[in-house]
């Protein structure tokens, strides 16, 4: 989901800035000489660009910093009444002491009429948390995870998507991914992977 996070943030970035940048250049002289109430609450418009600008900077170099990675599902698809498990490489010098949170959920989008508007509610159908488990790597950190599912949840799907959000601790570089996966009522179980990421030492802690 990360390119379609710097598309966005440079979207409304642009759009914003050009709209409020006029607000800038003809309130601001005017408000070093006389600060008056409207003056200053038109600042904030300008105020507001600025930290889209911000949002979009960050995100690019995050996506530049870290490039694309690639989750390899086992099995594929993700499996209900089985696992859900894969691994990637992190372009991150492996660290023991670093850890990388899990989390893994289904969610349910429905659209709703409000007033004149069409407006999208996600909500949280099922959800765990676990650790995936960190190795050394020639391009860096590789990570594997399994998690096993219920057998009475919902596909992947229509309106039904299944999330797997991945962050690092520590300090600044931090890693952070989401990846929407499919997931399918195979029962298929991973075929290299053991160890359940809802049970890793780290998730426990």
Request: charged residues 20%; proline residues 7%; contains cysteine.
């Amino acid at each position: 989901t990360k390119k379609w996070e710097v598309w966005v943030a440079w979207g409304f970035s642009l759009v914003w800035n050009g709209i409020s940048a006029p607000i800038l250049f003809l309130h601001l002289p005017a408000l070093l000489r006389d600060p008056t109430p409207p003056r200053v609450i038109a600042m904030i418009f300008p105020l507001i660009g600025l930290g889209l600008l911000i949002w979009a900077i960050r995100a690019s170099r995050d996506a530049w910093r870290f490039r694309s990675v690639r989750l390899v599902l086992d099995p594929f698809p993700g499996a209900l009444g089985g696992d859900v498990g894969g691994s990637l490489v992190v372009p991150l010098a492996f660290v023991g002491s670093r850890s990388f949170a899990l989390t893994l959920d289904c969610r349910l989008n429905t659209t709703r009429q409000n007033g004149s508007e069409t407006e999208t509610v996600e909500e949280l159908i099922w959800e765990t948390r676990g650790a995936a488990r960190s190795e050394r790597h020639a391009d860096g950190t590789r990570l594997s995870f399994r998690f096993e599912l219920p057998r009475d949840l919902p596909a992947s799907g229509g309106q039904h998507v299944w999330r797997l959000s991945i962050a690092s601790s520590g300090d600044s570089p931090r890693f952070v991914r989401q990846f929407e996966i499919p997931v399918q009522p195979t029962g298929a179980r991973s075929a290299q992977l053991r160890q359940d990421a809802a049970q890793h030492p780290e998730a426990q802690r």
